[in-house]
């Protein structure tokens, strides 16, 4: 069996199936099971009880949408590095996670301690998220913003874990 060594848990083996199955659902997590069964030609009880199995297994985190942020008019985005004191990080990190802009942080090695991807409606918003709010955080340092001019994605791609 395979050991998922980051919790230490048993995953069992995943095997060209269940590849699949992953690549349907991070392509179209909506897709049914009777269409994606006809598509990766695995009955449909057998694809049921695969992805409940993945999902049980924690492979399958959770089922999500992806949100079109900018026909919502969040046309601005931005990184947004920072320097944190060391005695106060986790509680700052915490609290920079309650801005609704703060769309995620990482923790890095290098120039800065973390860094923030930022969503905003315009420039003086993303401003005054920067200035007037992650700059007030007690604990943080500095900050340096990245303002985004296109952004890439590529779908993830995964390839079955060597035996």
Do not use: C, W
Not at 15 to 30: N, V, Y
Not at 47 to 76: D, M, P
């Amino acid at each position: 069996m395979q050991v998922n060594s980051s919790k230490g848990k048993e995953m069992g083996k995943i095997d060209e199936t269940d590849m699949k199955i992953l690549e349907e659902l991070i392509k179209d997590a909506s897709l049914s099971v009777p269409r994606m069964s006809k598509k990766i030609k695995v009955n449909s009880s057998v694809l049921y009880s695969r992805i409940k199995r993945l999902t049980r297994r924690n492979l399958i985190k959770r089922f999500t949408v992806e949100v079109n942020e900018e026909l919502l008019g969040y046309n601005v985005g931005a990184l947004v590095g920072a320097n944190l004191d060391a005695r106060l990080r986790e509680k700052a990190i915490e609290e920079l996670m309650q801005f609704a802009d703060v769309r995620d942080i990482s923790e890095v090695t290098g120039r800065y301690d973390i860094v923030m991807h930022i969503k905003a409606k315009s420039l003086d918003e993303l401003h005054s998220t920067v200035t007037d709010k992650i700059g007030q955080v007690e604990g943080v340092k500095t900050t340096e913003t990245f303002v985004e001019m296109r952004r890439r994605r590529r779908q993830s791609f995964y390839q079955l874990p060597q035996s």
